[in-house]
């Protein structure tokens, strides 16, 4: 409909691209890039730790396959070289890893991309809306929006939808995907009512940058005060906040006792995460208040202190 148009053009002049292109989730954005961009004569270059999504979008495709150590630019550089012999190479990565809330080297990876003539696709899930001065995303924040060509996003997470992925990038590429990505020309598109919400978060983070600036202070507030509380926090800069414990079962119980104080926050252990890192993963949101995140502050407190995380 001419409502999924408008969001396109929308997406795209958001993200400053050329144009976009609408799928159900953005689990069908990554299935349907890499097979309908690579052939067996090119190459993708993938961290070692990206989405489950990106694993399985480069699983469907015929592309040589690297895969380097997590965000290791000494790593990526050997592989461009030896993926130099290919017709042309990809480096995907996430913009921002949830589990450990780090962000990608991009400035790094954008410079290596020209030195070895290889193109950048980045996975926007844990930026698009709120990283960045504006909320572009990890590109904005990181100043390399000239740089990277492709974008995959999710409408579900920050932008609110509950649904809906898309690409944006260079309009032959988008073109090509119209004619030739199979989740997109074999799967419905996105229901209306998610069409007119996605528009609406998209004209909310345009019309101003009160809310992705709230959300940067915020996280701020929350980092800082936890690590002078004397937690570790995991990442930078990320409104997803690992506080690291290690062992599984405090993560667990201290996880029950937030929510028996009312402050919903998840404790993750292995297998979900690796043997000895367990933790209790906060993600802060732009509807917090600064009273929220120091009640949250004092709750660690508290509950850490009950059980041994902090003296
Ligand atoms: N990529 C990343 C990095 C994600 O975290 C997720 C969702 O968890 C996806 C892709 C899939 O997004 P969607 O829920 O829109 O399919």
């Given amino acids: 409909q001419s409502i999924h148009k408008d969001l396109e053009e929308k997406i795209a002049r958001f993200h400053q691209r050329e144009d976009a292109i609408l799928y159900a989730s953005c689990f069908d954005a990554n299935a349907g890039i890499f097979e309908a961009l690579l052939t067996p004569e090119d190459a993708v270059l993938s961290d070692e730790l990206n989405h489950a999504s990106i694993i399985d979008g480069i699983r469907l495709c015929k592309a040589n396959k690297y895969r380097y150590k997590h965000m290791d630019m000494k790593d990526l550089e050997a592989k461009l070289q030896d993926a130099q012999k290919h017709r042309l190479r990809l480096v995907a990565t996430d913009g921002a890893f949830s589990m450990d809330g780090d962000i990608a080297p991009l400035r790094e990876i954008c410079q290596l991309a020209e030195k070895y003539n290889a193109l950048v696709f980045i996975d926007e899930?844990?930026?698009?809306?709120?990283?960045?001065?504006?909320?572009?995303?990890?590109?904005?924040?990181?100043?390399?929006?000239?740089?990277?060509?492709?974008?995959?996003?999710?409408?579900?997470?920050?932008?609110?939808?509950?649904?809906?992925?898309?690409?944006?990038?260079?309009?032959?590429?988008?073109?090509?995907?119209?004619?030739?990505?199979?989740?997109?020309?074999?799967?419905?598109?996105?229901?209306?009512?998610?069409?007119?919400?996605?528009?609406?978060?998209?004209?909310?983070?345009?019309?101003?940058?009160?809310?992705?600036?709230?959300?940067?202070?915020?996280?701020?507030?929350?980092?800082?005060?936890?690590?002078?509380?004397?937690?570790?926090?995991?990442?930078?800069?990320?409104?997803?906040?690992?506080?690291?414990?290690?062992?599984?079962?405090?993560?667990?119980?201290?996880?029950?006792?937030?929510?028996?104080?009312?402050?919903?926050?998840?404790?993750?252990s292995y297998p979900v995460v690796p043997k000895g890192k367990a933790r209790i993963r906060v993600q802060i949101s732009a509807v917090h208040s600064d009273e929220d995140i120091d009640r949250c502050v004092e709750a660690f407190t508290e509950v850490g202190r009950k059980h041994g995380a902090l003296p």
């Avoid at 507030?221 to 997803?240: L, Q, V």
Wanted: glycine share 12%; charged share 15%; with cysteine.
């Fill in 125 to 268: 899930c844990h930026a698009t809306g709120f990283l960045g001065p504006n909320g572009r995303g990890t590109d904005e924040l990181l100043g390399v929006m000239d740089k990277v060509t492709i974008i995959n996003s999710t409408l579900g997470k920050a932008l609110g939808g509950a649904a809906g992925g898309y690409t944006t990038g260079p309009k032959p590429l988008i073109d090509l995907l119209r004619q030739r990505s199979r989740p997109y020309l074999f799967s419905n598109s996105l229901p209306p009512a998610v069409v007119g919400s996605a528009s609406k978060a998209l004209d909310l983070l345009m019309e101003s940058n009160a809310i992705a600036q709230s959300m940067a202070a915020k996280t701020q507030r929350f980092r800082s005060k936890m690590t002078a509380a004397g937690f570790t926090i995991s990442g930078k800069d990320h409104p997803i906040c690992p506080v690291m414990l290690g062992d599984a079962r405090l993560a667990a119980v201290m996880a029950e006792d937030m929510l028996n104080r009312g402050i919903y926050v998840i404790g993750f």
